[in-house]
Nanobody, 115 residues
């Protein structure tokens, strides 16, 4: 199983970014996919999950109405569209899946929101 995130970067407050996570090594269409984030000095937190029926689940309260998780099974990719970004969204963002009871994580992509 391999998960590779991309799309992070430096953005001004109020801006947008779209993160991507390219997956391989398992049956992507049969797995729920999640985005997590971890800010310096803080615990890793769940941002959003999307199930195999393309239904978003479990948005963190702090991102509701601003972030949207989606997936493209034909591309084995999960996305996180982030709008109206705030400085407190600054963190390393990770893609995660659980396949055959084992959890797999990507290496992360850094998002920095600053003027």
């Amino acid at each position: 199983v391999r998960l590779v995130e991309s799309g992070g970067g430096l953005v001004q407050p109020g801006g947008s970014l779209r993160l991507s996570c390219a997956a391989s090594g398992f049956t992507f269409s049969s797995a729920d996919m999640s985005w997590y984030r971890q800010a310096p000095g803080k615990e890793r937190e769940l941002v959003a999950t999307i199930n195999t029926f393309y239904s978003p689940l479990n948005y963190a309260d702090s991102v509701k109405g601003r972030f949207t998780i989606s997936r493209a099974n034909d591309k084995n990719t999960v996305y996180l569209q982030m709008n109206s970004l705030k400085p407190e969204d600054t963190a390393m963002y990770y893609c995660k899946t659980t396949w055959k009871i084992v959890a797999y994580w990507g290496q992360g992509t850094q998002v920095t929101v600053s003027s």
